[in-house]
């Protein structure tokens, strides 16, 4: 059996119960926190190939010096390195995040534009980070495609795809608008707690009657 459009609403739902309590992303909660794009940007930037458990202590050491492009810009790139440190390639994500302040201060008077194509001009903002500052930072319906929603998304059968840009435009056309903001959070929590990439624990999934469990070879 496979996940489709029929049942697509029952699985979120199932899943928005079950993750009750359990740890949330740490860009999620960087929203719901500051409830702020600016914020959701500098996170997003920290997140890249860095675990949820550096990601938002970074996150909150740097904004605790920094709340905005305009405070970003007076501190020096050391500075920024030394605080967000142990993210991965750090040093990079310092300068990208200075270059980030520098042209939000230069040409948006400080704010983060809400327009996906904009968003994709910024030097390190890619697909999954643009649409994650719509959906965390604007509240605006975006489809967040990373690792998880991309393996979740073909395990259980939902679309047939080889990558995450691939399952983004395929979402875009088959998922209800309604289901775009929380299909990021929901998923990857899911990913991280329940359904992970190797060994997933199938036996404590809720939504195991519905999923096709592509791919899965050994479970628990």
Not at 122 to 149: I, Y
Not at 158 to 174: A, D, G, Q, S
Request: proline share 5%; glycine share 4%; with cysteine.
């Amino acid at each position: 059996m496979a996940v489709t459009n029929r049942t697509i609403s029952i699985v979120l739902k199932v899943l928005r119960n079950e993750l009750k309590g359990l740890p949330e992303p740490s860009v999620t909660l960087v929203g719901k926190k500051w409830k702020d794009p600016f914020h959701v940007l500098i996170s997003c930037i920290l997140s890249l190939r860095t675990k949820d458990t550096v990601t938002l202590p970074a996150s909150e050491r740097l904004f605790a010096l920094a709340d905005s492009s305009a405070e970003m810009l007076k501190l020096s790139s050391k500075q920024i390195e030394k605080v967000i440190y142990p993210v991965g390639f750090y040093k990079r994500k310092a300068k990208t995040i200075f270059d980030i302040c520098q042209r939000l201060e230069k040409e948006f008077d400080g704010k983060v534009p809400d327009d996906l194509e904009v968003l994709l001009t910024f030097k390190g903002v890619g697909r999954k980070t643009a649409n994650l500052v719509l959906t965390e930072g604007f509240n605006k319906p975006a489809v967040c495609v990373d690792t998880h929603v991309h393996r979740i998304s073909n395990r259980i059968g939902y679309v047939k795809t080889k990558t995450p840009n691939e399952t983004e435009k395929v979402l875009r056309h088959k998922l209800p608008k309604r289901h775009w903001i929380e299909y990021n959070a929901l998923l990857v929590a899911w990913g991280q707690n329940i359904c992970h990439p190797i060994s997933p624990l199938c036996s404590y999934c809720k939504i195991r009657q519905f999923c096709a469990r592509v791919g899965v070879k050994n479970s628990r």
